[in-house]
């Protein structure tokens, strides 16, 4: 024996309030929804049919203050409100009569339901323009409802009437309403009138503003930066026409005049037929796009039931890629025709062109050469740095980069910080594009080598002090050396390859992990410790404290002086002290404090 299921009708609004639909506002989306829907149906029959909307506010001296929705559209029969407004999932937009579902906003047919939202009963008053006699559909939040036919003549089209029910009164303030109602229809193609007890206002025009028809370009160029000035309540660097025939998706990017946190989520605005789906969208343009604020209309792109983003498909895919394209073709002749304004849109918008030349080869090509590095001397774009380098080198590590710079730069050796988003990326793709240059990554390690060597006798002299060096240092697995470099007031370098650090990093977590980690961490310490993961400090003979250390030899000074330059080094290399490293500090800096005191 089979049964049919039965609705809630209560729990479904709940649903609807609290997870479908991102607010209550929603319902003044769903009115204008299903007028404009019903406008283009009628149209299909009357092709030359003007259509209208408006929402009437009435609040009475004493009572509950009412909305009323209406449309000049198709109407509806009383075997349609029966089929449509009593079936949910049913829609009134189907291909039966030869209309094309595709021209139509609403395709579930629940829309009508969010009109409880705000309203303990709702009241339909609808006549087809068949000809048939008005109906009156009344329904409440229970599931059920009244119908009747009415005697009046009325004209052909629907209204849907709302009163305010507890707690939903800021949705039946006027002027609340004319916001909601531009909000969601400010680009409808059919007038939208909001009236109340302060007069009539209409809340959008028939012009879509990328279809702007200025005879000059400069002109044109103008209103679209009033009109992203206006809707996003910002000054833009400029504006770009967007245009995708996959999704028949038609619009506007505007150039943002900061550079925005890489974390932060996109918050396009997007529009179904020209009715708001959403202003926070983030599926709409790639996501190296970043660096624009964009206004869309799509007309064949598949929304979700709530109405308020789309449906993730090929179609989506192959929109997001043709207006990314509209994106590159802009940055790509404003680099060839507008270098100057090109200069400037990279010193806001650098990471998000970064970005696309990671992406995209033919991209890389043309920005390469604009896209300025973090070198040891300075800021410079690779031409820049190949001018005075045979050899492109880079630190994929900040931290390294930061200690290393300076003695880099001393030495005339070519060094780049690959540790920013991207820079890493760019180099590795310009070697692969680029076999005639040699790019190369080096560990801060492997600098010490290009430094300069002691003579022979200037190395016998510091063997004593090599040894007592090599003894403080000892249970810190840490290596020492001895070679001259500039600038001479540092004193040490601390190098350490990836090896080490890793090894560092273990430590360091075994000392706050549990009992059961801790054991884990210690076999992988163990077997770490096995491979070639010593760290060195390397002393700069160029000093004069060093010189004074390397005279006095073995004398008993040398010792601490040699572990608080240790640690003086590892604070430079921005390397996190271990618990033995800080006691160690906090012990040697009281031994020379007490020291000078006694002296």
């Not at 540092?490 to 000392?511: A, C, H, K, P, V």
Request: aromatic fraction near 8%; proline fraction near 4%.
């Amino acid at each position: 024996m089979s049964h049919k299921f039965q609705v809630h009708l209560s729990g479904l609004i709940n649903l609807l309030s609290n997870h479908l639909y991102s607010g209550p506002e929603v319902f003044v989306r769903e009115l204008l929804q299903n007028g404009v829907d019903a406008i283009r149906a009628r149209q299909f029959k009357e092709p030359q049919f003007t259509g209208k909307m408006s929402l009437e506010l009435s609040t009475p001296v004493k009572g509950v203050p009412t909305i009323t929705f209406m449309d000049n559209g198709v109407g509806l029969t009383e075997d349609e409100v029966h089929r449509f407004l009593a079936i949910i999932g049913e829609s009134s937009k189907r291909a039966e009569t030869g209309e094309r579902p595709t021209d139509f906003i609403g395709q579930f047919g629940i829309g009508l339901l969010s009109c409880f939202l705000v309203s303990d009963e709702i009241v339909v008053v609808s006549r087809s323009i068949t000809g048939t006699p008005a109906v009156e559909w009344r329904g409440k939040p229970d599931g059920t409802y009244q119908l009747k036919t009415l005697d009046a003549d009325l004209a052909a089209g629907t209204q849907s009437i709302g009163s305010c029910k507890s707690e939903c009164e800021e949705f039946f303030d006027a002027e609340r309403l004319t916001e909601l109602a531009k909000h969601y229809g400010g680009l409808l193609p059919f007038p939208i009138t909001v009236v109340s007890k302060k007069g009539s206002d209409t809340v959008n025009t028939d012009e879509l503003p990328w279809k702007e028809k200025a005879s000059q370009p400069r002109t044109r160029q103008k209103n679209w930066m009033k009109f992203g000035e206006e809707l996003f309540g910002m000054k833009f660097l400029d504006a770009v026409p967007l245009i995708s025939q996959a999704g028949e998706a038609e619009g506007l990017a505007f150039v943002l005049p900061h550079s925005p946190s890489l974390s932060a989520k996109r918050s396009d605005r997007v529009y179904l037929k020209r009715m708001l789906l959403s202003e926070s969208a983030d599926k709409l343009l790639p996501d190296w796009a970043f660096f624009v604020k964009a206004v869309v209309n799509a007309n064949d792109l598949r929304p979700t039931a709530s109405r308020e983003s789309f449906y993730e498909d090929q179609k989506l895919e192959q929109t997001r890629e043709e207006l990314g394209e509209c994106l590159r073709r802009y940055l790509v002749d404003l680099s060839r025709n507008q270098p100057e304004k090109f200069r400037k849109l990279l010193g806001v918008h650098q990471l998000a062109i970064e970005a696309l030349a990671v992406a995209d080869d033919d991209c890389f090509r043309l920005f390469i050469e604009w896209l300025p590095f973090e070198t040891a001397e300075g800021r410079m774009t690779l031409p820049e740095y190949l001018e005075r380098h045979d050899v492109v080198r880079y630190i994929p590590d900040l931290d390294q980069f930061r200690q290393i710079a300076r003695i880099a730069a001393a030495q005339d050796i070519g060094v780049i910080n690959g540790g920013y988003v991207y820079s890493t990326e760019l180099l590795e793709k310009f070697a692969e594009l680029n076999a005639d240059v040699q790019v190369t990554l080096v560990e801060s390690s492997e600098l010490v080598h290009a430094l300069e060597d002691l003579t022979e006798g200037e190395q016998d002299v510091a063997d004593d002090f090599l040894q007592t060096a090599e003894a403080a240092l000892r249970s810190y697995r840490c290596a020492v050396d001895l070679r001259k470099f500039q600038p001479s007031e540092l004193t040490s370098l601390f190098s350490i390859n990836s090896e080490g650090r890793f090894l560092r990093s273990l430590e360091q977590s075994q000392e706050s992990a549990d009992s059961m980690w801790s054991g884990v961490l210690n076999n992988l310490v163990g077997a770490q410790s096995a491979a070639s993961s010593r760290a060195t400090l390397c002393f700069n003979q160029a000093n004069p404290l060093i010189q004074k250390l390397v005279a006095l030899g073995k004398q008993p000074t040398v010792h601490p002086a040699v572990q608080m330059l240790y640690v003086q080094a590892l604070l430079m290399a921005h390397q996190p002290l271990s618990s033995k490293e800080w006691k160690l500090f906090n012990e040697g800096l009281l031994t020379f404090v007490e020291s000078g005191l006694t002296s």
